[in-house]
Nanobody, 119 residues
Framework: QVQLMESGGGLVQAGGSLRLSCAAS????????MAWYRQAPGKQREQVAA???????NYADAVWGRFTISRDNAENTMWLEMNNLKPEDTAVYYC?????????????WGQGTQVTVSS
């Protein structure tokens, strides 16, 4: 069983910064793609940024140039550095991992961490 644990959310003023972390625990697995998603009240969950096991990254247009995603494959940990935060970044942020166990791939989600940006 694989578990994802997020941390680092909170309340920050517009223009401020936060750093989210996601750690995967368990045994007998490797991780393919990791990503951060977010869901604001009344809106659909959207992908914010993704990073492959090889380090290739992808960002949503709304966060390009402000957010940076990174990961440590050896530690099965991922981070999201969020700078110049805006009120529209307010949402619950979820960690996502596509986990490889043997020849199968599974999708795992964290429990979510709240990010609130005040104007």
């Amino acid at each position: 069983q694989v578990q994802l644990m997020e941390s680092g959310g909170g309340l920050v003023q517009a223009g401020g910064s936060l750093r989210l972390s996601c750690a995967a625990s368990g045994s007998g697995f490797s991780i393919d793609t990791m990503a951060w998603y977010r869901q604001a009240p009344g809106k659909q969950r959207e992908q914010v940024a993704a990073v492959s096991s090889g380090g290739a990254t992808n960002y949503a247009d709304a966060v390009w140039g402000r957010f940076t995603i990174s990961r440590d494959n050896a530690e099965n940990t991922m981070w999201l550095e969020m700078n110049n935060l805006k009120p529209e970044d307010t949402a619950v942020y979820y960690c996502y991992a596509r986990v490889v166990i043997g020849t199968h791939k599974y999708q795992y989600w964290g429990q979510g961490t709240q990010v609130t940006v005040s104007s």
